[in-house]
């Protein structure tokens, strides 16, 4: 997915230096700089075009044609036929493994980093700085370090194999509570807080019909992250989950690509291609929607004093 | 509540990550062999007539397997047991599978009853008693069905803890079109690979007479079949030698073929691999005899090309190896093992094997093997050529006295950054193999073994 943040993510980086550099309001105008971003591009999107072309191959057409050029038959809807049924359909159980998954898990951090970095950065209680510190550890520790230690964790609770083992590690982002905090800091004025409070409204109704509002690009961008990063959650799912019915789409498809290997080989790649397809679209629909908030969230902040 | 669990966690998370992230790793991972000891095979012994019993009265078993023809046969088990409920689940394929099944034994739950297990990888669950040694239910009295070769595979020291399901003698498949092509001979001795090898790298850049960028399961088929016997295990006692004469006689043949460039260093099972199937840029592929079902179904391109000969030899005598091939084994965490093993029989031993042979499956039964309609079927994506007459007279000359580490897929592993860099850098296969052979001495004792001690 990282193919369509970049372009998005680089764009404003390049007008914004050309613009620093000539001084002027205008954007200037750079061929080299446009040369780059031309290359940027067509580096960021080969990967998805040979994807798409490579969805309507046969499995005999994936391994004897070039990687861009046309197959020789269509086959993409046969494929995606044969995506959705092969083995009973678990493609399909996959999916609906996977939506869960982002739904709770990625909804859930985004609500809980957000009201935690909100309290954090709006109310004065002892430990603060205790939480920040271990909110900026939390931060350099790869989650992939963590996998290993969940695992023991959730084993001795006998919470793998359950869909628990994959949503509740996913509650918790650290980056997007500290984000949320830095956001709160900058976008929600002290002072209306306290006209909120003389107005006679509650914590929590300030929260809800207030502050929420005011955070609502930075919470769109909490929400990405952890919608992009529970979307292909894969080592975490891999060593907690044995049973098929409860991976999500990640796993499922390596498992699929993987069973092109040894005695009993019976490679898919077709289906492990045109599902890749699949797995992506809904984050690409994400995006579109979602891009503004997200743009918006992201410059957010970095003028206001 | 909820909350304040969360809290907890990550807290908890945190300070065991940033403390002792490394030791808890290595307890995860680690500690798998070398504890606890096969002493399953006392206590009461059942009789075969037990599992008829456990038959009759059906239960409900869970059978994890990649095999491709296992939804059929589970399918066909229930017809014929309608009191047994199989659940079949696919967890993966190798490694992936292997995971799963280590965690799930570890955990104390969720291990199937019945599980495939590939030979190389038997002695890693056997030996620290995690399956159930089938001689408790009279299965040793099946010895005279299987070749000397699978039985043996399915045994660690005296246990028994499987039944085998397939064997993978070890013939030599090579592209017909590309050696008339350029006229070469079909060899028959490894001196004669090799002249093959650059005659056709030398004809064509593009051809190469195999791949090989280091897969620790040909490495050691092709040290089996020099006779080299590097992996001894007695009790907690292991020995590796790595530069036994059936090493070195091996890395005699194949060096060359490395250092020179004339085996290309295409992974095998990569997409590029089976290309290569398809469209004959690598023209002998050595493999074990469930070899053509790969082929048929994933390199429908090469129908008609390939066909098949006996494995490249010495000497020029009949000798080969086994490549692959899996046993079904009961997990000692079944609540019904009787029924398990009742599985396992129908599956290997009886009307299992049928719809196994059906899939292409290569079977490890004497009267299946000899069965004339088997052996002498033509195969259309061989040109009508009889393979099962090549690869059966390969399963009668299978050298003896081979046996896997009991960290055998720990070893596969670590091969490709040991060994795997030899290929690399085109040097000497010897001093690669070495560096494999101490990375796992190391391992081994690390791991409880005595290792070359």
């Given at each position: 997915m990282t193919a369509t943040m970049s372009p998005e993510q680089a764009q404003p980086v390049a007008v914004e230096s050309t613009g620093r550099r000539s001084s002027a309001l205008r954007p200037g105008k750079s061929r080299v700089l446009t040369g780059v971003m031309v290359l940027y591009v067509i580096y960021t999107l080969i990967p998805l075009v040979w994807l798409v072309i490579s969805a309507t191959k046969t499995q005999t057409d994936l391994l004897s044609t070039a990687g861009l050029a046309p197959g020789h038959s269509f086959a993409l809807f046969s494929n995606i036929k044969e995506t959705l049924t092969y083995r009973d359909g678990i493609f399909l159980r996959w999916f609906a493994n996977t939506l869960l998954y982002v739904v709770v898990g990625a909804g859930g951090a985004t609500l809980l980093s957000t009201a935690a970095g909100y309290g954090l950065a709006k109310y004065r209680f002892p430990g603060r700085r205790a939480v920040f510190a271990v909110v900026l550890g939390a931060i350099a520790i790869p989650p992939t370090a963590l996998a290993v230690p969940t695992f023991l964790m959730f084993s001795n609770m006998g919470l793998t194999n359950t869909v628990w083992a994959i949503i509740v590690p996913s509650l918790v982002s650290p980056f997007g509570l500290y984000l949320m905090w830095v956001y709160a800091e900058e976008a929600v004025p002290q002072e209306l807080l306290e006209a909120a409070r003389i107005d006679g409204a509650g914590e929590f109704r300030i929260f809800w019909t207030v502050s929420l509002r005011l955070l609502a690009p930075g919470v769109v961008t909490v929400l990405l992250f952890a919608l992009v990063s529970t979307w292909n959650n894969y080592f975490l799912p891999l060593i907690m989950l044995s049973k098929p019915n409860l991976y999500p789409l990640t796993v499922g498809l390596t498992q699929w690509s993987n069973q092109?290997?040894?005695?009993?080989a019976h490679p898919v790649y077709n289906l492990v291609v045109t599902g890749s397809l699949l797995t992506i679209v809904p984050l690409i629909v994400v995006f579109f929607l979602l891009q503004r908030f997200w743009q918006s969230g992201l410059s957010a902040g970095s003028v206001k004093q | 509540m909820k909350i304040g669990h969360r809290r907890r966690f990550r807290r908890l998370g945190l300070i065991l990550a940033a403390l002792t992230a490394s030791t808890l790793i290595l307890a995860g991972c680690g500690g798998s062999g070398g504890s606890g000891s096969a002493n399953d095979s006392g206590g009461t012994k059942a009789s075969p007539q037990a599992l008829d019993a456990a038959l009759k009265k059906g239960g409900t078993i869970t059978y994890w397997t990649w095999t491709p023809s296992a939804e059929a046969q589970v399918k066909a088990f229930m017809v014929e047991y309608p009191n047994v409920k199989v659940n079949l689940v696919n967890a993966g394929t190798g490694n992936d599978h292997y995971t799963k099944l280590q965690n799930a034994i570890k955990a104390g739950s969720g291990a199937p009853d019945v599980a495939q297990i590939e030979y190389q990888a038997l002695p890693q669950y056997a030996l620290p008693g995690y399956?159930?040694?089938l001689r408790q239910y009279g299965l040793d009295s099946l010895e005279s069905d299987y070749t000397p070769s699978t039985w043996r595979a399915v045994h660690v020291g005296d246990g028994l803890y499987g039944l085998p399901q397939d064997s993978g003698p070890m013939a030599m498949f090579y592209d017909k079109t590309v050696f008339d092509k350029y006229h070469i001979d079909v060899p028959k001795t490894w001196d004669e690979y090799t002249a093959a090898a650059k005659k056709l790298h030398a004809a064509d850049p593009k051809e190469y007479i195999t791949n090989d960028s280091g897969d620790p399961g040909f490495t050691t088929s092709m040290i089996w079949q020099a006779g080299g016997k590097p992996f001894t295990t007695d009790g907690k006692k292991v020995t590796i030698n790595l530069q036994d004469e059936g090493s070195k006689k091996w890395t005699a043949v194949w060096n060359p073929l490395v250092q020179q460039g004339l085996v290309s260093q295409i992974p095998g099972w990569s997409d590029e691999w089976f290309k290569g199937l398809a469209n004959?840029?690598?023209?002998t592929m050595i493999y074990g005899a469930w070899m053509p079902g790969v082929f048929e179904s994933s390199a429908p391109g090469g129908s008609g090309n390939w066909r098949v000969a006996p494995m490249p030899t010495y000497d020029g005598q009949p000798a080969t190896a086994e490549n692959g091939g899996s046993t079904e084994s009961v997990i000692k965490q079944s609540k019904n093992p009787a029924l398990a093993a009742a599985f396992v029989r129908w599956l290997n031993n009886g009307n299992g094997i049928k719809p196994f042979l059906e899939k292409g499956g290569f079977p490890a039964t004497v009267k299946d093997l000899k069965d004339p309609s088997f052996v002498n079927k033509p195969d259309p994506y061989f040109g009508g050529q009889q393979v099962n007459q090549v690869l059966t007279a390969a399963a009668d000359s299978v050298v003896p006295g081979w046996s896997y580490l009991p960290f055998e897929l720990y070893a596969n592993t670590i091969y490709g950054d040991t060994a795997g860099k030899a290929y690399q850098a085109k040097s000497d296969l010897n001093g690669g193999l070495q560096a494999w052979q101490d990375a796992l001495v190391k391992y081994g004792n690390q791991q409880g073994f005595e290792v070359n001690k």
């Amino acid at each position: 997915m990282t193919a369509t943040m970049s372009p998005e993510q680089a764009q404003p980086v390049a007008v914004e230096s050309t613009g620093r550099r000539s001084s002027a309001l205008r954007p200037g105008k750079s061929r080299v700089l446009t040369g780059v971003m031309v290359l940027y591009v067509i580096y960021t999107l080969i990967p998805l075009v040979w994807l798409v072309i490579s969805a309507t191959k046969t499995q005999t057409d994936l391994l004897s044609t070039a990687g861009l050029a046309p197959g020789h038959s269509f086959a993409l809807f046969s494929n995606i036929k044969e995506t959705l049924t092969y083995r009973d359909g678990i493609f399909l159980r996959w999916f609906a493994n996977t939506l869960l998954y982002v739904v709770v898990g990625a909804g859930g951090a985004t609500l809980l980093s957000t009201a935690a970095g909100y309290g954090l950065a709006k109310y004065r209680f002892p430990g603060r700085r205790a939480v920040f510190a271990v909110v900026l550890g939390a931060i350099a520790i790869p989650p992939t370090a963590l996998a290993v230690p969940t695992f023991l964790m959730f084993s001795n609770m006998g919470l793998t194999n359950t869909v628990w083992a994959i949503i509740v590690p996913s509650l918790v982002s650290p980056f997007g509570l500290y984000l949320m905090w830095v956001y709160a800091e900058e976008a929600v004025p002290q002072e209306l807080l306290e006209a909120a409070r003389i107005d006679g409204a509650g914590e929590f109704r300030i929260f809800w019909t207030v502050s929420l509002r005011l955070l609502a690009p930075g919470v769109v961008t909490v929400l990405l992250f952890a919608l992009v990063s529970t979307w292909n959650n894969y080592f975490l799912p891999l060593i907690m989950l044995s049973k098929p019915n409860l991976y999500p789409l990640t796993v499922g498809l390596t498992q699929w690509s993987n069973q092109a290997h040894g005695a009993g080989a019976h490679p898919v790649y077709n289906l492990v291609v045109t599902g890749s397809l699949l797995t992506i679209v809904p984050l690409i629909v994400v995006f579109f929607l979602l891009q503004r908030f997200w743009q918006s969230g992201l410059s957010a902040g970095s003028v206001k004093q | 509540m909820k909350i304040g669990h969360r809290r907890r966690f990550r807290r908890l998370g945190l300070i065991l990550a940033a403390l002792t992230a490394s030791t808890l790793i290595l307890a995860g991972c680690g500690g798998s062999g070398g504890s606890g000891s096969a002493n399953d095979s006392g206590g009461t012994k059942a009789s075969p007539q037990a599992l008829d019993a456990a038959l009759k009265k059906g239960g409900t078993i869970t059978y994890w397997t990649w095999t491709p023809s296992a939804e059929a046969q589970v399918k066909a088990f229930m017809v014929e047991y309608p009191n047994v409920k199989v659940n079949l689940v696919n967890a993966g394929t190798g490694n992936d599978h292997y995971t799963k099944l280590q965690n799930a034994i570890k955990a104390g739950s969720g291990a199937p009853d019945v599980a495939q297990i590939e030979y190389q990888a038997l002695p890693q669950y056997a030996l620290p008693g995690y399956l159930v040694d089938l001689r408790q239910y009279g299965l040793d009295s099946l010895e005279s069905d299987y070749t000397p070769s699978t039985w043996r595979a399915v045994h660690v020291g005296d246990g028994l803890y499987g039944l085998p399901q397939d064997s993978g003698p070890m013939a030599m498949f090579y592209d017909k079109t590309v050696f008339d092509k350029y006229h070469i001979d079909v060899p028959k001795t490894w001196d004669e690979y090799t002249a093959a090898a650059k005659k056709l790298h030398a004809a064509d850049p593009k051809e190469y007479i195999t791949n090989d960028s280091g897969d620790p399961g040909f490495t050691t088929s092709m040290i089996w079949q020099a006779g080299g016997k590097p992996f001894t295990t007695d009790g907690k006692k292991v020995t590796i030698n790595l530069q036994d004469e059936g090493s070195k006689k091996w890395t005699a043949v194949w060096n060359p073929l490395v250092q020179q460039g004339l085996v290309s260093q295409i992974p095998g099972w990569s997409d590029e691999w089976f290309k290569g199937l398809a469209n004959g840029t690598i023209a002998t592929m050595i493999y074990g005899a469930w070899m053509p079902g790969v082929f048929e179904s994933s390199a429908p391109g090469g129908s008609g090309n390939w066909r098949v000969a006996p494995m490249p030899t010495y000497d020029g005598q009949p000798a080969t190896a086994e490549n692959g091939g899996s046993t079904e084994s009961v997990i000692k965490q079944s609540k019904n093992p009787a029924l398990a093993a009742a599985f396992v029989r129908w599956l290997n031993n009886g009307n299992g094997i049928k719809p196994f042979l059906e899939k292409g499956g290569f079977p490890a039964t004497v009267k299946d093997l000899k069965d004339p309609s088997f052996v002498n079927k033509p195969d259309p994506y061989f040109g009508g050529q009889q393979v099962n007459q090549v690869l059966t007279a390969a399963a009668d000359s299978v050298v003896p006295g081979w046996s896997y580490l009991p960290f055998e897929l720990y070893a596969n592993t670590i091969y490709g950054d040991t060994a795997g860099k030899a290929y690399q850098a085109k040097s000497d296969l010897n001093g690669g193999l070495q560096a494999w052979q101490d990375a796992l001495v190391k391992y081994g004792n690390q791991q409880g073994f005595e290792v070359n001690k």
